[in-house]
């Protein structure tokens, strides 16, 4: 019942170092509880926000530059959101409010990378087994991209992130500057997340999965979608552009909704970017599937577009890809762009055809090749567990590749839908996607295949952070382990999975 494109599209707030620690910059950022206008007929809302803002200050730092971030909890000790504390991490004798900032994307020594058991409480008053430093390095030796810092709380990200603890951090170098991409005011980068709302204009989270579980209350659900779409900390905002390219950094921060994102005058997006970073060529798309937190950096033209508004429509299944479209006119919209200011200078910007070199990993049969099942299994409820690998996050370390190794790791999945399954620290490349038979390996734990390897999109031929593995399809990926040796963790992005056992420890031995 909202009206959508009421709102200006927030620009998120720079975050600055407030001094320097060993030479570097320093910065302190605290996690507060908040109120604010996340419409224009919506009372404030509370919301849990990095600096208390949602979304979080936006990093931008250079490559080679490290830095040095003091994450503080200045939370109440309530949590604003239903926990279950049947799931693993979250029992009652944990403290309600924990968190641990994890730099998603980032190449970071396993202290500083926000193990989900290394949480801690309001001022450090608790700590969780892992707990080992208050200070997180992040040391930025990467190549430029749009990395985001979220909570990891076990047990309880899916909560956490859906309250609003989320922000980007974005990493620039030379190689990127030196491309005629659009810059400063026209780069410009879009949280889009889902949410619902009570009528009081709080968040509203379920308790509940449907059919409801009476024993356990409240309980975790398989997923959940929101019924509006919100950019930057607002919902279905517009934006008032100028006839010219702007680069875009859009990430799907959303708890397990896909979104499928077009425009509505048919106009493509060039993509330039996936989650790790440039492409080898820039790729033009006309539907754009990101699933949660995936980013794509794309540059949209408007400079044949003075005068119109053009919206920005979402398509994809809930759940992805065998749930339900979304409705044209509540979660299939994003946001909206009026042409309507005029040219300020030149746009002396360009869409370059060629972007970077990707060198290519090439599978070698002497590689160690794990294969991962995705798997669901019912609890004692009948709730669907999901698991990797048929295991549980509490049960020994299987993944325990050594430094600087090459793994295939190939995932096998077993259930009806696309599992985002990201790794921590390492960044790979996607080798091929190859369907089988579900029933067959149902019956008999045999995998038979039924097409060729088909090769990644082409806008996912650069180095990802996060995979799209289909039901009944086998996705592989290769990487090189390091450069840190460590525990660290890899599960699937959608929080109700992760939080219900679809992550597992993995550590880097020397
Ligand atoms: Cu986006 Cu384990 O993280
Ligand atoms: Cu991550
Ligand atoms: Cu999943």
Redesign the pocket.
């Known amino acids: 019942m909202l009206e959508p494109f009421v709102d200006p599209l927030p620009s998120t707030e720079p975050i600055h170092p407030i001094s320097t620690y060993n030479g570097m910059p320093f910065y302190h950022v605290s996690m507060r509880q908040c109120r604010q206008k996340l419409h224009r007929d919506l009372p404030p809302t509370t919301i849990w926000g990095y600096n208390g803002l949602y979304p979080g200050p936006t990093f931008r730092v250079s490559r080679y530059e490290p830095i040095i971030v003091l994450w503080t909890n200045e939370l109440p000790c309530q949590h604003i959101l239903p926990i279950d504390t049947t799931v693993h991490g979250a029992e009652e004798d944990k403290p309600e409010v924990r968190t641990v900032v994890h730099l998603h994307g980032g190449v970071t020594p396993d202290l500083s990378d926000g193990y989900p058991e290394a949480w801690f409480t309001n001022n450090f008053e608790i700590v969780g087994p892992y707990f080992r430093t208050k200070l997180y390095e992040y040391p930025n030796q990467q190549p430029a991209t749009t990395l985001w810092y979220h909570d990891h709380a076990m047990g309880i990200t899916r909560l956490n992130i859906y309250a609003g603890l989320a922000g980007f951090y974005i990493i620039h170098d030379q190689e990127e500057q030196l491309l005629p991409l659009p810059k400063g005011s026209y780069d410009i980068p879009l949280l889009i997340q889902d949410r619902s709302f009570d009528s009081s204009g709080a968040l509203f989270y379920p308790s509940q999965p449907d059919p409801p579980i009476p024993s356990i209350n409240p309980s975790v659900v398989p997923d959940f979608f929101g019924k509006v779409n919100l950019v930057n900390g607002k919902i279905w905002p517009y934006l008032n552009v100028e006839p010219r390219r702007y680069r875009f950094r859009i990430l799907n921060g959303a708890n397990a909704r896909f979104y499928r994102l077009s425009l509505s005058n048919a106009q493509p997006f060039y993509q330039v970017g996936t989650d790790q970073g440039l492409l080898p060529y820039t790729v033009k798309v006309d539907k754009l599937l990101l699933a949660p937190a995936e980013r794509a950096d794309i540059i949209i033209d408007f400079s044949h577009e003075a005068g119109n508004e053009i919206v920005m429509r979402n398509d994809a299944m809930s759940p992805f890809p065998q749930g339900d479209p979304p409705d044209p006119t509540s979660d299939g919209l994003v946001m909206k762009f009026r042409v309507n200011k005029p040219l300020s200078n030149l746009d002396e910007s360009h869409i370059p055809k060629k972007l970077s070199y990707v060198p290519k990993l090439v599978p070698k049969p002497f590689y160690t090749e794990r294969k991962l099942l995705?798997n669901t299994r019912p609890d004692s409820v009948k709730r669907n567990i999901?698991l990797l690998d048929d295991r549980f996050w509490s049960e020994p370390i299987t993944e325990n590749p050594s430094l600087w190794t090459t793994e295939i790791w190939s995932f096998i999945n077993m259930?009806g839908?696309t599992?985002?399954i990201h790794l921590h620290l390492v960044r790979f490349q996607i080798l091929d996607r190859q369907s089988f038979d579900q029933d067959v390996y149902e019956k008999n734990g045999k995998v038979v295949t039924t097409g060729p390897k088909i090769r990644p999109e082409t806008n996912e031929a650069g180095w990802k952070d996060t995979v799209r593995a289909n039901p009944a399809e086998i996705t592989r990926i290769i990487m090189v382990f390091g450069p840190y040796t460590g525990l660290y963790v890899w599960h699937?992005?959608?929080l109700e999975?992760?939080d219900y056992e679809?992550m597992r420890p993995y550590i880097v031995i020397r």
């Open positions: 995705l999901h259930t839908a599992h985002p699937c992005h959608i999975h992760e679809m």
